[in-house]
């Protein structure tokens, strides 16, 4: 029981830092194979000025992040699906658009995953960024999604 629990807290660790890896890059606008090696090097289960990062599933954190960034057209169109009348994914806030991607992504492309699974954990990144307010609207958001693309 505890190798699972452990692999659960390395997906969750490795949930947020693909999270931060995706507003990084988006901020910086920094090459995809230099964004991984930096976190892998220096992020990942490593402490930067007394703050311990968890380790996280490498391959996992990988695969999101290099996964949003293939699939990034078809993330945004399946987000903006379900986005109110009248906004845009432009209109989220950079933390936003990338724990939607994150989410959304694994709803499209790791069915490995159960879906309340994938809502839970990204409703859990969302309470590291925001308060109560925002993390129901990554919960009915993702949902959504859930249900177009996994029906």
Not at 86 to 94: A, F, K, N, Q, Y
């Amino acid at each position: 029981m505890p190798k699972i629990n452990e692999r659960a807290r390395s997906r969750s660790a490795a949930r947020l830092a693909a999270v931060q890896a995706l507003y990084q890059q988006e901020m910086e606008s920094i090459p995809l194979p230099r964004l991984l090696d930096e976190f892998h090097l220096h992020r990942l289960g490593h402490t930067i000025e007394d703050v311990t990062y968890a380790a996280a599933e490498p391959d996992f954190f990988d695969d999101l992040v290099k996964g949003v960034d293939a699939r990034r057209a078809e993330i945004d169109a399946a987000i903006s699906a379900k986005l109110a009348s009248g906004w845009t994914l432009e209109r989220l806030d950079r933390p936003m658009r990338q724990i939607l991607r994150a989410g959304t992504y694994e709803l499209i492309a790791r069915i490995d995953v159960p879906t309340a699974t994938v809502i839970s954990e990204y409703v859990d990144v969302a309470d590291a960024f925001y308060a109560k307010r925002e993390k129901g609207f990554v919960n009915g958001l993702l949902d959504g999604v859930a249900r177009a693309v996994r029906s």
